[in-house]
Structure formats: structure tokens, C-alpha cells
């Protein structure tokens, strides 16, 4: 029953996969780097980065 309630809180039903994915911090990572051309996205120590949860 809790499920249920969490999964009709929840506004867009892709948000629980994208932040599952995005959890993983090699997926995050290759997204910025993909997607962002930046010179500081090369910069990322992917040691240094960390999960902050707070949604």
C-alpha cells in the first residue's frame, strides 16, 4: 500500500528510472561528458562525486 501511494505522488512516471539511472555515478558522468561540451565536464574526478538524495 505504501507503493502505491509513492508511485501516485509522483508527477511524471519516468522520474523514478531517471533517478535510478542517475544514481550510478559513471552513468552521470558520461551524460555530462556527452552531452555538455565544456572544458570544466573533463575536469570531474568521478572519486570526488557524491550522491546528495534529497528527493
Do not use: C
Amino acid at each position: 500500500m505504501e507503493e502505491e501511494r509513492r508511485q501516485s505522488d509522483i508527477h511524471n512516471p519516468h522520474d523514478t528510472g531517471y533517478k535510478y539511472l542517475l544514481s550510478f555515478k559513471k552513468v552521470f558522468i558520461q551524460l555530462l561528458k556527452n552531452f555538455i561540451k565544456e572544458g570544466w565536464v573533463d575536469m570531474i574526478d568521478e572519486y570526488a562525486v557524491m550522491k546528495i538524495d534529497e528527493s
